[in-house]
Every structure is written in C-alpha cells, then in structure tokens.
C-alpha cells in the first residue's frame, strides 16, 4: 500500500505492576499484551471488547497518555512512543480525543466558550479576535451548539449537549485522528442517535480517522468500517466490518456477536445463542495457551498450551484461532436457526 | 385469560419540595399476568424506576409521595397497606433486583447471610435449614462450587455472580413477581446473557410474573411479552411485544425503535429524535412529546390528549390514533375504564 497510516501499532504492550492484597507478591497486569494495528487515513477502526481487555489503555498509548512498556506508535510515520515535551505536544494537534462520560470530562468551572477555545490558547492558534470568532461559529455551527451557550457552564446541559461541547472542543485543532473512547456510552438511545450521526457528517466533512473504542457491536457496526476484537490485552480478529458480521472467524467474535441482543422480537425469537460459561479470566493470572480456552466451545488439547498468533484468513481478515477459523463461512444469519 | 396477578391502575407519584413539583409518574396503568413479562422501556428521567419503587413502597416520603392510584397485588391495593402487613409482602411475594449488584448487596455480610435472611424472616425456617437453603439457590442460579462460595463476601463476586447472587436473594421466597430494574445494564453482553438466560430459566419454573425495568431496546425483544413505552413520566403507549415491532402508533415509539442500531443492519443514517426530554417539573400544556415530535400538529401543543385504547390490548397516548379508538381514558382514572 502505497498511502502512509495515519496511525501504526506496532507490538504495543502495557505493564502494570501490581501487588495481591497489601503486602501480597509482586505482580504483573498485561493489559495490552502485544497489540499491532494500522489506521489509515479517514478510516473509522474500532477497537471492541469486554471490560477489563485493555481497549481503554490501548487508547491512553495511542494518544501517549501512557508510556508504553515496548512496541511502537507510528503517528503519520512518525514514532510518537519515545517522543517528550514540544515535540509531542506539536503531535497532539493532530491528535484529539473524546471521552466517555461527558459529565467528568469537562471543567466544571469553565465556560462552554472557554472549554472549546482552550486548545487555541495552549497551541497559541488563531490570536486574531476576528478568525477566532469565525472559527468558533464554524465549529458550533458543525457540532449543533447553539451560539447562546457559550457563556454557560457544563452543568446546565444535559448529557448530549455537553458531549457535543466535548466534540467541539476535540475537533478545535483540526486533528487527522480522533481516538474515542466510548462516546455514546452515558447517553439516551435517542440522544446516542444523535450524537453518532454527528460523528459520522463530521467524519465526512473534516476527513477525519476514527480509532472508536466501544464494547457495542451495534454502534460499532454502524459508525466502523474497520474492527478490531480484543480479549484480555490481545487482538483476537481484525477484518473489515461486514466481512466480521457477516462471517466471524474467531470464537470469541461469534460469541459475542451472538449474544447482543437485537432490536427485532421475530429475529429474537428465532436466534441461537452461544452462552460461554464463567467470567472473563483475571488479566493478573491469564489462562496459559489460548486466553479464551478456558471458555471456548471448540477448545482442543492444544489450545492449553498452544498460543496461537494472529493468521491471516483472507487479505486483511485475521484471526488468532486455528480451530475454528477457515471452515465453512458461517454468517451471523446462520446463527438463526430456521 | 388468567388473571392479572398485578395491576397498576392510573398510578401517579410527585416528588414535592419546598420550591417546586417533580411530576416523576403521571398515570401508569398496566396488568401483569403470571407467568408473563412485562417490559417498561423508557429514557433517564421518564420515570420507570420511580414507578417501580412506588409500587415497592420503598421511596422516601417526603419528598417522594404517590398522590394517586391503585395497585392491585392479587386483588388487594398496595397503596391502602400498613407498613407490617407491605413488610409481609415485599420481597417476599414481590421481590425486586437492581441495577448495580455491587451497592445493593451489603459488603459486610457474607452472601449466604444475605440469602439466609429473608428466608428466616419470611419462612420462619432456623438459621441452618436457611444455609442450606441458600447453598441450593446459590447453586440454582448457577455459582461454580456453591457450597463454598455462600461464604464468600460480595467483593469476592465478579459483577455476574453479584447479579446472580442479587436474584438467588430474590427468589430465595419464591416470589410471585420479580421486579427487574436494568438487571443487566451494568454487566458486559456475554454475562448479560447468561443473566437473561437464567431468568427466564427460573420464570418458566416458578411461572413467575417479571416486571422489566430497562433503556435497551434489544432486551425488550428478547424478553418481554407486552410493553408498557414511557416518556416523561407518563405512559405513552402499551402493546403486546410483537404488534409494537411491527405496528408502532406512537411517534416517540416510532422514533425509539428507529433510533436504535442493530448488528443485523447498517443504516447509513440513524433517524435520531431531535431535541431534549422536558423538564418535568414544569407541567405541560398538551403532549409532552409534542415539541419533538414529527408529526406534531396544532392541537398537541394545546390539548393533552387522553389514553386511547385500541384494538388487541393496546394504547397510545397521542391524538394521531383517534380514530381508530374503541374508548378513551383520562390517564388518572382509576379502575374501570381501562381494560
């Protein structure tokens, strides 16, 4: 491939020490545990999983909130994991993110205008009055703010709005990646509908790349063209969306494709589903072999010992199985029982 | 048909403080047959969980207050009940389950303890027949190595087993109905099936009568039987689960269902409801809904419109369905009109 990604993981891991109990042994949390990547330039790619499989610290090493134990981050092919200081910070205009709970991830102190407009003030940006205003109204106009909120404070909106102001305030510095970490999580289904259909003009009209971190297939499937599935700090399947949809390879992929439940009784109603048995494992103490065998419905002998890496099935369709991939495609529809 | 083991007639609650009136229910009514679920589906603040605790008598009083209606457990009025005779029938008859396990469970008691008490309470059973009873439940509800885990502390639960561990605490009475409010919300969707999965396991055995409190659309259409659609505090339209899918009458319904996202389709667009929920502590002259509403026409900001009830145990409350209406009901009236 001839373009450049705008973004390339490449053997990305994440250490924690930690200690069991107060004076208990040292030990160590692999929450992302060997993650490789690539976002090109105005896609959207989405990182899904449970809670607890390292998506969200995924997401923090991306943007270098957090120092990476080993692996790099390429960003516009540059490497940004051993970048510091002013170097780094000329990187992160290009770089935004948006939080999940747009109740904590505004200042409360700050005005609308002022939380917006803040990123201009760090990166000295725009010091005329006259481009500031007009890039200001610009960006309200983009993101559905209305001009009369700017004096006010975060508390006198509801969970939409300030999740646009946290939008705006994202998309202030024209970034080429915005890494967003479950963004329509803390909203109303009829406020999330909103809000996802604005990411998806913005995305269009600011050709911007989307890292989307969600543990909702539907959201997913909906704003994604690209899908990462991660299980305790590793990938398990990467493939584009429809083809994952359509014809999951991996175990753990066709499980939890199968237990979302669908807004459609007469589809319901005829489903099949796959219950894994137990808990996600402890990422303090992850199953030796495959991670997922310990849940797995296909698991043989050798997946105790055995990890399997990624391997790819069809050009960019990956799975880290070799049980159960490659067998007759089985789509999602399949899952119906007839 | 059998008869309604629950019934909600016109129920209105009003949390009233010193500087205003919070109108969080204003007029449910429903009938819950045994055996059958009944979802209530609604955003934050549309008041379903308030209608639930209503009915549990568990709100504060004051500010909380129910200003109005019946609720009819086995024919008798919950609302008219001492405060000894509802302790003889909550959580006993009616038991409820919340939506985060973890602050509903009391951290400083083991779990068997937790299980143990209200059958020592209800049953009268001694403290070791309850042990044992609560190693079986926890064992029902599917705990690996119960006999050891009923001395577990509820840390010592991941967030499923805390559900599970929630449930075996609810049906410990064998309960006529159970009260799910967001019963999966907090868990991730592998163990939330596990979870729905087991209830309706344990319905089938008991033939208990659920009452599904939730926001996720997808839930609905697994579980419920009929749904009861809210939208600021009041119900906007009930029907039996599969005519609702098919046929939606209200426009916040159509806009619900339209705005949710489902694995089995891409939508190049999601037909989002524009607007935000009111504020309910104003009052509404006309629909509540009518601001956002597409199909908004000059009366609906005007004259409330009543509940209109239409053929195959349906309503909605909204003046499109006039008429194709059998019979009309004010939402405050009691019992009788409504059907």
């Given at each position: 491939m001839s373009v450049t990604p705008i973004l390339a993981v490449k053997d990305l891991k994440k250490h924690f020490d930690a200690r069991?109990?107060?004076?208990?042994e040292k030990t160590t949390v692999k929450a992302v545990d060997g993650v490789s990547f690539n976002v090109m330039p105005q896609e959207s790619f989405a990182v899904v999983g449970e809670s607890g499989c390292g998506k969200t610290t995924l997401g923090k090493l991306v943007l270098a909130l957090e120092k990476s134990s080993e692996g790099t981050v390429h960003f516009d092919g540059q490497d940004i994991s051993k970048m510091n200081g002013a170097a780094l910070k000329k990187m992160r205009r290009e770089m935004q993110v948006i939080f999940q709970d747009p109740y904590s991830s505004l200042?409360?102190?700050?005005?609308v205008s002022d939380i917006i407009t803040e990123p201009w003030v760090i990166h000295d940006m725009y010091r005329n009055h006259a481009e500031r205003a007009q890039k200001l109204a610009k960006l309200l106009d983009d993101c559905g703010?209305?001009?009369?909120?700017?004096?006010?404070?975060?508390?006198?909106?509801s969970g939409g709005q300030r999740q646009r102001v946290g939008i705006a305030r994202a998309l202030a510095l024209d970034p080429k990646l915005v890494v967003a970490?479950?963004?329509?999580?803390?909203?109303d289904v009829s406020i999330q509908a909103q809000i996802l259909n604005l990411l998806k003009d913005l995305q269009k009209e600011r050709k911007l790349a989307y890292l989307f971190i969600s543990h909702d297939f539907s959201v997913v499937r909906h704003l994604c063209t690209r899908i990462a599935v991660m299980y305790l700090g590793r990938i398990v399947e990467t493939a584009d969306s429809e083809t994952l949809f359509n014809d999951p390879q991996h175990p753990y992929t066709e499980a939890l494709l199968s237990a979302v439940p669908v807004p459609d009784p007469s589809i319901e109603k005829r489903r099949k589903r796959i219950l894994l048995t137990g808990?996600?494992?402890s990422p303090l103490k992850p199953p030796p072999g495959c991670r997922f065998h310990p849940r797995?419905?296909?698991?043989?002998?050798a997946c105790r010992t055995h990890d399997q890496a990624l391997i790819e099935a069809k050009s960019g369709h990956e799975a880290?199985?070799?049980?159960?991939?490659?067998?007759?495609?089985?789509s999602a529809a399949a899952l119906v029982a007839l | 048909m059998s008869e309604p083991v629950l019934s909600v007639r016109g129920l209105r609650t009003h949390f009233i403080t010193r500087e205003r009136t919070v109108v969080a229910v204003d007029g449910v009514s429903y009938d819950l047959h045994p055996g059958k679920t009944l979802a209530v589906v609604g955003e934050s603040g549309s008041g379903k969980s308030v209608h639930a605790l209503s009915i549990l008598r568990l709100l504060p009083e004051p500010p909380a207050k129910v200003v109005g209606g019946e609720i009819l457990f086995q024919g008798r009025d919950l609302l008219k009940m001492g405060a000894e005779e509802m302790r003889k029938i909550r959580g006993n008859r009616i038991a409820m389950i919340f939506q985060e396990p973890m602050t509903s469970?009391?951290?400083?008691?083991?779990v068997g303890e937790q299980i143990a008490e209200a059958v020592v309470l209800h049953?009268?059973?001694s403290q070791e027949k309850a042990w044992a009873k609560a190693v079986g439940l926890l064992k029902k509800v599917g705990i690996p190595h119960p006999e050891e885990r009923v001395?577990?502390?509820?840390?010592?639960?991941s967030g499923g087993m805390r559900q599970r561990a929630m449930i075996a605490i609810a049906l410990s009475c064998e309960p006529d109905v159970l009260i799910a409010d967001?019963?999966?919300?907090?868990?991730d969707v592998t163990i939330q099936a596990q979870i729905l999965e087991l209830m309706k396991d344990l319905q089938r055995e008991y033939r208990m009568a659920i009452v599904l409190i939730t926001h996720n659309i997808g839930v609905v259409a697994e579980m419920a039987d009929d749904v009861v659609v809210m939208y600021a505090g009041r119900p906007v339209e009930s029907a039996p689960i599969g005519e609702l899918f098919k046929n939606p009458k209200h426009p916040y319904t159509k806009g619900l269902l339209a705005s949710v996202p489902s694995i089995y389709e891409r939508k190049e667009r999601l037909e989002a409801i524009s607007g935000q929920p009111p504020d309910?502590?104003?009052?509404?002259?006309?629909?509540?809904f009518a601001p956002r509403?597409?199909?908004?026409?000059?009366?609906c900001g005007t004259d409330d419109p009543p509940q209109f009830h239409l053929a195959g145990e349906r309503m909605s409350?909204?003046?499109?369905?006039e008429d194709e209406t059998k019979s009309s009901s004010h939402r405050h009236a009691p019992s009788g009109a409504i059907q």
């Open positions: 069991k109990g107060l004076f208990g200042n409360p102190r700050m005005t703010i209305a001009k009369s909120y700017l004096p006010r404070h975060p508390h006198e909106f970490d479950e963004p329509v999580s803390a909203l808990d996600v494992p797995c419905r296909y698991m043989r002998d880290a199985c070799e049980v159960l991939p490659f067998k007759d495609a089985r | 469970l009391n951290p400083v008691l083991k049953q009268g059973l001395n577990d502390y509820p840390h010592q639960y967001e019963p999966t919300t907090a868990l309910l502590s104003g009052g509404f002259t006309g629909c509540p509403c597409p199909q908004a026409m000059s009366r409350n909204c003046w499109l369905v």
